[in-house]
């Protein structure tokens, strides 16, 4: 940080000014390039989630809310009828409805990505933009620690995907099968808003280290994305896990809960985490008891 002397000399003054503005206009630079980064992955993410449940065929399965976007996906896949014919009826992008493969669990992997890029790096693109004040590569390394620490959720989420499938609690589309699973979840993931973890994680999550030093060397900025990247993990992980209630390839519920995690990390205390424990566990008590009704 520049500091000018109130006995600096005229020209001593006019050198710091332009010093400030050369370093205000870098930082702005810098947070300019790291937004646009942020927002050119999660279009990556968003397109590949899209082109998936378009090409699939199969959007009125996959929770509630995408039977009102299957004309949309029906219009989308009649723009590529030979993409969308390549994979059978389960489409090119998505794991086939019978035994999975060593291919279909690559694709389910390839789907937790995208869901990375559409859901979490737009969730912490806060946390970004203030390491850019420390130029464009510290933003970068500290980007990629964050998204190493998601990336890896991205291989248990398959795994745990995997295993469900495989069990017969989770069908081949991704939406539950029966409501023990969803329930189990939505009570789970609201009881952990009320968490003093959480509260902790959440709090890191809104208050990122602050750095002032464009010498940074790259890998100590990675492992501070790497600490980003666990302590969003430790405010989200229970948010995220709401998917397999929703149904993973629910669009609608994917754009909804990235909205609520970016949106929780930038209110202030504890109101709305709060507001969101609620509603789930309201949601997890009132779809059980609608089952033990039922």
């Not at 600096?8 to 930082?27: K, N, Y």
């Not at 808003?193 to 959480?198: G, I, N």
């Not at 397999?244 to 809960?257: D, E, R, W």
Request: charged share 10%; with cysteine; proline share 5%.
């Amino acid at each position: 940080m520049t500091h000018v002397s109130p006995h600096s000399t005229p020209h001593a003054t006019d050198v710091a000014t332009a010093r400030l503005a050369d370093d205000a206009r870098f930082a702005r630079r810098s947070r300019l390039l790291t937004l646009a980064a942020v927002g050119v992955l999660a279009a990556v993410g968003w397109f590949y989630l899209v082109a998936a449940v378009a090409f699939g065929g199969r959007a009125a399965d996959m929770g509630f809310g995408m039977a009102a976007l299957q004309p949309l996906f029906d219009r989308l896949a009649a723009t590529a009828p030979t993409v969308a014919a390549g994979g059978g009826e389960h489409g090119p992008l998505m794991p086939g409805m019978s035994a999975w493969g060593t291919a279909d669990v690559a694709l389910v992997f390839v789907m937790w990505g995208a869901m990375v890029f559409a859901m979490m790096l737009p969730s912490a693109a806060p946390t970004f933009r203030t390491y850019a004040r420390s130029g464009i590569r510290i933003a970068t390394a500290v980007m990629a620690g964050y998204t190493a620490v998601w990336l890896g959720v991205a291989v248990i989420g398959t795994g745990v995907q995997t295993a469900l499938t495989t069990a017969g609690a989770l069908a081949p589309h991704m939406a539950p099968v029966g409501s023990a699973l969803s329930v189990s979840i939505l009570i789970a993931a609201g009881l952990y808003q009320f968490m003093p973890l959480k509260h902790a994680c959440l709090y890191r999550c809104r208050h990122p280290v602050v750095l002032d030093e464009p010498g940074l060397p790259a890998g100590r900025a990675f492992r501070l994305g790497l600490a980003e990247g666990i302590a969003c993990l430790g405010c989200c992980w229970a948010l995220m896990a709401v998917m397999f209630a929703a149904g993973l390839m629910n669009l609608v519920a994917m754009a909804f809960l990235g909205a609520l995690m970016g949106t929780e990390k930038l209110a202030n205390g504890l109101w709305l985490t709060y507001v969101i424990g609620g509603i789930l566990l309201t949601a997890g008590l009132t779809l059980a008891a609608g089952s033990f009704l039922g």
